[in-house]
């Protein structure tokens, strides 16, 4: 049964592969026909593609013994579903011309027989899908039938129908939990984030050591030193003097000083000198406090923006999670690694019928070649429509619509296909693959 289904499929994959390639062999041999005279090439052209749509109906109707032993392409009264075409009329082959409606009854002919091969198609896949997930896995479905048989069965015997009390029981206890795992680890901590991060905003302006605080020891430093330099040179020195200059003279006098401890300590600057140190040394430590505020408000900060990173990493990845949602996989079509990677695989598959089609013209397989070609046409079809977007956002559709127009001619030699084949997937963005793209 499958073996034949993938038989008629295949079969039906090269009649109509072959056919594509041979109208789309006619009409490129009357494309420059056309354009210099299309009242005598077009009606030409319709009377060989009306003959191609009867070998095709010839070929699907009348194909070796899979289709005849098989009864699933009968209709349910039993009538045959056998493919047919409508025929053109017969017109005088005498005449150079057609008129206007015979060419408009040529066009619409072509059109109808086209979408009775769409039905017809329609037809055959329906009768040769894969199984349903039913018929594939009715083990598993009836496994689970039993499974929830028994399940509601239980329900049923703890339900209040049977005068019992523990599935309400239950969902209060449920409610309770879900209340209590929301208070205490999503609620609670969100709270505590927030007036941590307002309470140290709130508490920049406030710190163990103000710089105002600092400056007037700096200042009174100054002082001291200064008056305590005069006194000792005897004379008056500039405002301007720098601190380091000043303790340079109070360090100098000290040495000194401390020659004689015990007399100058009673009647020399000993004693001055040692609390101009001693303020020194307060002025140092107060701007080390002012530095270690200012690391402590720092980090406050910094522990804030930590607590809440768990917060930011949950809303990131349901912003993620809806991005992705919105963004759906469209395919060759879409966006992102994997539609890029299959328009890169519609790329490889148009490389891989093209030496098919290369290797059954040097083996003189015409009809396998022209099977191949059609398949070729396609990929790029198929490449066509999933490129066109993106190549136009990024200004290269005509130049990637120019290439791929060149791959489906037919007089075109294979080593200049292959080469704009590898041109197309090392040049255009929307070929690229992700790890080269700029």
Known sequence: MISNKIAILTSLQHCLATFLAEVYLEVDKYRELLARDSDESFPALLVIVNGLFSKLEYIISHPSEIYKSDNMFSSNDGNSCALTFEKLREIDPERSQWTDTEIRDATNLIYQNLQRLDSYLSFIL?????????????????????????????????????????????????????????????????????????????????????VEEVQLTANSLHRMLLAFCEQTKGQNLPEDISDQQLLEIVMARYEKEVMHPLQNLLSGELARAMLIQIQKLKLDLETAMLELDQILKANEINFAILAALPAFCLSLLLLMLVRAWILQDKGAEGRGRIARRQRRLLLVDVEKRLMQYKTCMEREMEDDARCKYGLMLYNLDRLYKAVEWHARETGEWLSLRQDIVDLAKPDSKTVYKLAVISRMERMYDCLLPSSRRS
Request: aromatic letters at 10%; glycine letters at 8%.
């Open 126 to 210: 329906s009768r040769c899908q894969k199984p349903r997930k039913m018929t594939l896995y009715w083990i598993r479905y009836t496994g689970g039938a039993v499974g929830l048989s028994a399940c509601s069965l239980w329900l049923l015997r703890h339900s209040s129908l049977m005068g019992s009390s523990d599935i309400d029981n239950w969902i209060r206890d449920a409610k309770e939990s879900m209340a209590g795992f929301w208070r205490e680890h999503v609620e609670q901590p969100l709270i505590s984030i927030r007036d941590e991060l307002f309470e140290t905003f709130r508490r920049r302006h406030k710190g163990v050591m103000e």
